[in-house]
Structures are given as C-alpha cells and as structure tokens.
C-alpha cells in the first residue's frame, strides 16, 4: 500500500508562485513513476505533469509547459510541482499519484495510476 499526501496548495494572486509538495511512503518510492492531476470545480480530471522513476523523463500539458516543473528527491520519498506565473484558470484541487509499473516512463493517462493522494487546493485570484 502507498500513502500519497500532498502539501503546498493555498491562495496566491496571478502572476505567482507555489510549490506543492508530495509525501509519499514505502521503501520503494525510488521505483514509482510520478504524476500531477487537477481538478477544477465542474471540470474531468486533467494530467498536469509526470516523472519517471529513474527523472529521466518529464511530460507537462501544453498549457503549464515552460511555467511548471515537476522534480522528485528520492532520499525524501517526495515529488515536487513548482508553479510559477499562475493563472486564474490554474486554480483547481491538485493531486499527486504514483505509477508502480516497472517502466521507466512518465505517463498522461488517469489509468496508469494505482495510488492518489487527497489533493491540495490551489486559488489563484485574478
């Protein structure tokens, strides 16, 4: 069983910043492929960003490409989404997952994922 628990969400005007963090547990976090989702109210669940296990590979959505970077440390079970020049339409619950597939690869898709956090709210006021 993994344990995700996400941390870092809150309000923040547009234009700024935030860094959510991901706790995650188990001895072999080194080994999960990682992924960011968002929610926004009324809206499906949508991919933000992934890493592989290894770090190796990163995909982003188009629309947070150059502006978010998702990195992970391993010596602290933790992966990380620093956000910057946030827009209004960023505002959304943000959830971390983990990808226990033995590939190395950073994943779009809601179903390659096997563990979810709670999610952590992000508002950006515009």
């Keep these: 069983q993994v344990q995700l628990v996400?941390?870092?969400?809150?309000?923040?005007?547009?234009g700024g910043s935030l860094r959510l963090s991901c706790a995650a547990s188990g001895r072999t976090f080194s080994r999960y492929n990682m992924?960011?989702?968002?929610?926004a109210p009324g809206k499906e669940r949508e991919f933000v960003a992934a890493i592989s296990w290894s770090g190796g590979r990163t995909y982003y959505l188009d629309a947070v490409e150059g502006r978010f970077t998702i990195s992970r440390?391993?010596?602290?079970n933790t992966v990380y989404l620093q956000m910057n020049s946030l827009k209004a339409e960023d505002s959304a619950v943000y959830y971390c997952a983990a990808d226990i597939s033995s590939f190395d690869r950073a994943c779009t898709r809601y179903g390659c994922y096997n563990y979810w956090g709670q999610g952590t709210q992000v508002t950006v006021s515009s």
Aim: aromatic share 12%.
């Design 35 to 39: 992924g960011w989702f968002r929610q």
């Design 6 to 14: 996400e941390s870092g969400g809150g309000l923040v005007q547009a």
């Design 73 to 76: 440390d391993n010596t602290k």
